[in-house]
Nanobody
Framework: QVQLVESGGGLVQAGGSLRLSCAAS????????TSWFRQVPGKEREFVAA????????YYADSVKNRFTSSRDNAKNTVYLQMNSLKPEDTAVYYC?????????????????WGQGTQVTVSS
């Protein structure tokens, strides 16, 4: 069992930065691929970024590539999403999700565990 808790969201002006954290319980967190999704009201949850259990591989949606960076510190059971050059269209609730088995990373239904989400609002 893994519990995920996101933090770090908030209000920022366009062009600014935020760093989200996803803190996990459980001793085997390093065995989980961990991803970030985001969702706005009325739309489906959208894949943002993923990081392998070891941290050696990362994947990004085209819309955030070169602006967002995912990293993890398995000693702290924490995954991070550094978000730079934020745009108003990045406004959403951001969720972290974890899956133990290899999964098609862009599909929310394939993940075993989810956090409660953290709001990110980017003003123009």
């Amino acid at each position: 069992q893994v519990q995920l808790v996101e933090s770090g969201g908030g209000l920022v002006q366009a062009g600014g930065s935020l760093r989200l954290s996803c803190a996990a319980s459980g001793r085997t967190f390093s065995e989980y691929i961990t991803s970030w999704f985001r969702q706005v009201p009325g739309k489906e949850r959208e894949f943002v970024a993923a990081i392998s259990g070891s941290g050696g591989n990362t994947y990004y949606a085209d819309s955030v590539k070169n602006r967002f960076t995912s990293s993890r510190d398995n000693a702290k059971n924490t995954v991070y999403l550094q978000m730079n050059s934020l745009k108003p269209e990045d406004t959403a609730v951001y969720y972290c999700a974890a899956a133990r088995a290899p999964v098609p990373i862009g599909f929310p239904s394939k993940y075993d565990y989810w956090g409660q989400g953290t709001q990110v609002t980017v003003s123009s």
